[in-house]
């Protein structure tokens, strides 16, 4: 695990090292400035020579200044290198979900990945400066320190090796029982976060069917549940202070006891017992240290490993070592395909042969994995079975980039990004023209609301398209896949939120427009289908039928069913 997080420290190697050095100075000055006290009081104050507390004083400020210098560097230094390693922890995070496949993305949830990419790497990052801080500062402070108190006395000494074993024995049962509590508090952050998105995300519904004191509850029984878990891990690691403390100042008593009848017996001066009281101070505060940083890094480390599994997942849908570039047309072949989600098939056995410019419609009931169907032609999951042919070529031989773009698909959900009209058209097509664009939103019928904009196509679009009804999104949606200038265009539900009259067009559009590209419209309203070459009809993830509309009308159940209830029963 540590091996993968430090792979993202990188450029910032440099000033980690630095802020260590700097570090290993400041803590050579601490040590020697008892050393240094303990000349003063006993060759200086304690024998009047006033020489000698002079030079001693000015070496101190010395000392100090230097002290000061080294401490501020490596902080400086330390927080530079934390921060750069954060930065880059969230930009290779980053990346690497922009990667994953809808099955990567499934096995962690939107909300959890959220969680991952800040509290988690916040934790980390504060995890990373305090490791090379304190926790190269508290070790070489309590080495230099015990060197130097066995320096001046041996048999006092002693006592701090007597305390060491017992601290170490009380972190480590803190530790043990406090890190799989931390690693449940990570996981109720997930649940909070996905509660907030939920909730902000669908907040007209909430407020429409009066459910904010529903959502509060909700959203209080997460938190609580957060409360509970910390507590109960904070009242774990509550106890590792009064166990330092009683450990430092027992240490601090023994060592003034023993310390002072060694001095009325002529073994100890007293400039030697302040330096070893202070030596002592220094060995036991390095052991406080070290404990709180190890119940810190036991947080982080929770974090740490939730980090590492995003960073270690793969997706796995990748284009082969020589991936197919000429795709020759839209034509489409479903050869023996079954797929399903886990251990769950909703696809069965599924055969089709679909020409290239056909336009073909899919109907079927909720839960029929219509979507699912038409996923698998650009990709977005892969077969378990069988085999689904892109003009004449298996997807899985194509550069998936590739693929994708000569397979555009306006999904169930539309999407759009803040910023102008212009920049959402120009995912489709990033070197777009606005003629181009203006003749991909003719077909979608987007230009008959866009006109009328004050700033038309430079007009502002708000986070997630507010700023647009259902229908504009739709049709925006469907103008951005057009600029891909794509061999295969699939519609996903994409025109239900328009009226059937500018359905009409769009439908005349494409059919005047692009009859070379092979469409697929997935539909709820029969009117979107019924002037299609061929349609669809899934039930309980088989095709029931396959045929032209006419024909389907006269034999087909589910699809005369479907018809009598919206034609028959609209008039």
Wanted: proline letters at 2%; aromatic letters at 8%.
């Amino acid at each position: 695990m540590f091996k993968k997080l430090f792979k993202s420290v990188r450029e910032y190697k440099k000033v980690s090292i630095y802020s260590i050095i700097f570090i290993i100075l400041e803590v050579l000055v601490e040590v020697i400035i008892p050393y240094t006290m303990a000349d003063l009081l006993d060759n200086g104050i304690s024998a009047g020579n006033m020489d000698v507390v002079t030079k001693c004083g000015i070496t101190l400020i010395i000392y100090a200044l230097c002290s000061l210098l080294f401490g501020t560097l490596a902080g400086v230094f330390a927080s530079r290198a934390s921060c750069g390693f954060a930065k880059n922890l969230r930009q290779d995070m980053y990346y690497n979900v922009q990667d994953f496949s809808f099955n990567n993305i499934d096995k962690f949830s939107t909300s959890s990945i959220i969680t991952r990419l800040t509290t988690d790497v916040s934790n980390v990052q504060g995890a990373y400066q305090m490791l090379i801080r304190i926790t190269v500062r508290a070790p070489l402070m309590l080495l230099f320190s015990l060197f130097m108190a066995f320096k001046i006395n041996k048999r006092i000494s002693v006592i701090f090796l007597c305390l060491i074993p017992v601290l170490a024995t009380a972190l480590f049962l803190i530790i043990r029982k406090a890190h799989p509590l931390f690693e449940k508090v990570f996981k109720t952050y997930d649940e909070l976060n996905e509660s907030v998105q939920e909730n902000v995300r669908g907040i007209r519904v909430v407020k429409s069917f009066v459910k904010e004191e529903y959502e509060k509850d909700k959203f209080a029984k997460v938190s609580k549940l957060i409360y509970d878990r910390f507590l109960s891990a904070e009242k774990l690691v509550a106890y590792n202070g009064p166990v330092m403390q009683l450990c430092m100042y027992t240490g601090i008593i023994l060592i003034s006891w023993f310390g002072a009848r060694m001095i009325v017996n002529s073994e100890l001066t007293a400039g030697e017992l302040t330096s070893l009281i202070t030596y002592g101070g220094s060995i036991l505060g390095s052991l406080m240290m070290i404990s709180m940083t190890m119940v810190f890094l036991t947080l982080a480390l929770s974090s740490g490993e939730r980090i590492v599994e995003i960073l270690e997942e793969k997706s796995n849908l990748k284009s082969p070592e020589n991936p197919v570039k000429d795709m020759k047309d839209g034509s489409i072949i479903f050869d023996n395909v079954s797929f399903g989600y886990k251990d769950k098939l909703v696809l069965k056995n599924i055969n089709l042969n679909i020409k290239s410019g056909e336009t073909i419609g899919i109907i079927g009931s909720t839960g029929s994995s219509k979507s699912s169907l038409v996923s698998l032609i650009s990709r977005l999951y892969d077969v378990q079975k069988g085999k689904v042919l892109v003009g004449n070529v298996d997807v899985r031989d194509y550069d998936l980039d590739y693929l994708r773009d000569n397979v555009s698909v306006v999904l169930q959900k539309n999407v759009l990004f803040s910023g102008t009209i212009k920049d959402n058209l120009k995912w489709g097509n990033k070197t777009a023209t606005l003629l181009e664009m203006q003749e991909a939103c003719a077909i979608a019928c987007a230009d008959e609301f866009i006109e009328e904009l004050p700033d038309k196509y430079d007009s502002e679009v708000e986070q997630g398209g507010n700023n647009f009804s259902g229908g504009q999104k739709q049709r925006l949606c469907i103008a951005r896949a057009l600029l891909k200038r794509p061999k295969i265009l699939i519609l996903d539900d994409s025109t239900s939120a328009v009226d059937t009259a500018t359905d009409a067009k769009i439908r005349e559009a494409f059919k005047k427009y692009i009859p070379e590209v092979t469409k697929i419209i997935i539909a709820q309203r029969i009117n979107s289908i019924e002037h299609a070459d061929k349609v669809i009809v899934l039930d309980n993830g088989k095709i029931n039928a396959f045929d032209t509309p006419k024909n389907l009308l006269k034999n087909n159940k589910i699809y005369q069913e479907v018809y009598h209830s919206q034609v028959k029963g609209g008039k």
